[in-house]
Structure formats: structure tokens, C-alpha cells
């Protein structure tokens, strides 16, 4: 198995490891986020958008880490937040939830959050140089909106490519067409900054190279 594992079943996740030349393997996670997120409002109160990303991200780090297939490697779990107006949005899931989100969103600005967790389980005993680390990291990006029309914005909720989309919006597909600029990172919005897990790594004392292919 690769040094890396992403706990995720993102296409855009995979890309963007994939373009970087990095070796990994996938292992969904199967948390349930809206229980994840329950339980943290009932401990701590209404979470930010920022901070939700994080959580989830550690929650699928953390599940997929405690599974046997993961001994040795490095899990890395992600998740994207869409913030606007002080609001987080997820997945809007259907094409109403997508229309209603593109009809405010347009001519004005967000930010994507997305929370990168790292946790190594490469073995201490067997000399493997793990550290038992468990540690995380956000990276945030200002998404700016072109005005979008109506019509434009049916042709593209009926094209399903922003219902699967933290905010309802991507920058590597037909929804590029409707981001004017971005302030930040573009891997982030595409849900995994390569920097922010060279930072991670350098933490268990790994260098990216190690999960270069």
C-alpha cells in the first residue's frame, strides 16, 4: 500500500494528489457527518464555518485511520465548507437548494474552507519513524462571483455538476465560467491544498518527496 491514504471519495481530491505526482491510496470514511456535527453542537455549541470543516475532517481521518488496512501509513482526511454571509453551506444535494444558492451567491463573494487533518500510523516499535501524530490544518480561499444570469444559472444546476459541491460551485469545471477571481489557493477549492499536507508531513518528519510516485 501507498504511504499515503486519502480518506475520501472526492474525484477532485484524487486530481489534485494525481497532478502533484503523489502516490496514495483511497479509503472512504464512513462517518456520519450530521451525527459528527450534532454531537459537536451539543458539547460546544453552534460551530463556524471554519471550524466544522476541520471537525469532519478529523472524523474521517480519524475512522479510517482506525481501520487495519491503514497500519503504516499516513491517512489524510479532508472536508470543504462554503461560507457565506457568516453561513455554512455543504453539499446543496438538490437542484432547487443549487438554484436557490447561485441566486444570492451571484455578483458577491465567499470563502471556501477546507479542513486537513493528518494523523500517522506508521508503527514506533517496528522503526518506521511514526510519531502517533494527529494533527490538522485549514486552508481558506475567497471565491468572487461573476453575476450570473437565470438562464445560466438553470443550464448549469441542470448539468448536476454543482449538487455533489461544497457551496454549489466548482473552479475546475463548468462552473469556472462564473468565478471572476479567486484570493488564495485554487487547489482549495477544489477541496485539497498540496501545500497545506507538505506542512502536515513536515510535522511527522516526512518531506513530500516520500509520497512522490
Not at 472526492?10 to 456520519?32: E, H, N, T, Y
Not at 478529523?58 to 482526511?77: F, I, N, R, W
Amino acid at each position: 500500500m501507498p504511504l499515503l491514504v486519502l480518506a475520501s471519495a472526492s474525484p477532485g481530491r484524487a486530481k489534485v494528489l494525481r497532478d502533484a505526482g503523489i502516490d496514495f491510496a483511497v479509503q472512504v470514511s464512513s462517518v456520519d457527518e450530521d451525527a459528527v456535527l450534532a454531537q459537536a453542537v451539543e458539547r460546544f455549541g453552534e460551530l463556524n464555518p471554519a471550524d466544522t470543516a476541520l471537525l469532519l475532517a478529523k472524523s474521517k481521518a480519524e475512522d479510517v485511520a482506525a481501520a487495519e488496512d491503514a497500519d503504516g501509513a499516513v491517512v489524510l482526511g479532508c472536508d470543504s465548507v462554503f461560507e457565506f454571509d457568516g453561513v455554512a453551506y455543504g453539499k446543496p444535494y438538490t437542484a432547487e437548494a443549487a438554484t436557490a444558492r447561485w441566486e444570492v451567491m451571484s455578483g458577491k463573494s465567499g470563502i471556501l474552507h477546507t479542513g486537513h487533518w493528518l494523523i500517522d500510523n506508521r508503527s514506533e516499535e517496528d522503526g518506521d519513524g511514526g510519531t502517533g501524530a494527529t494533527i490538522g490544518a485549514l486552508s481558506s480561499t475567497i471565491v468572487n462571483f461573476e453575476s450570473v444570469t437565470p438562464d445560466e444559472i438553470a443550464a448549469y444546476v441542470a448539468t448536476g455538476e454543482p449538487l455533489p459541491c461544497a457551496g454549489g460551485f466548482t473552479i475546475d469545471g463548468r462552473g469556472a465560467a462564473f468565478i471572476r477571481s479567486i484570493e488564495g489557493n485554487a487547489q482549495n477549492v477544489i477541496g485539497l491544498n498540496v501545500s497545506t499536507l507538505r506542512e502536515l508531513l513536515a510535522e511527522t518528519g516526512l518531506s513530500v518527496s516520500d509520497v512522490w510516485v
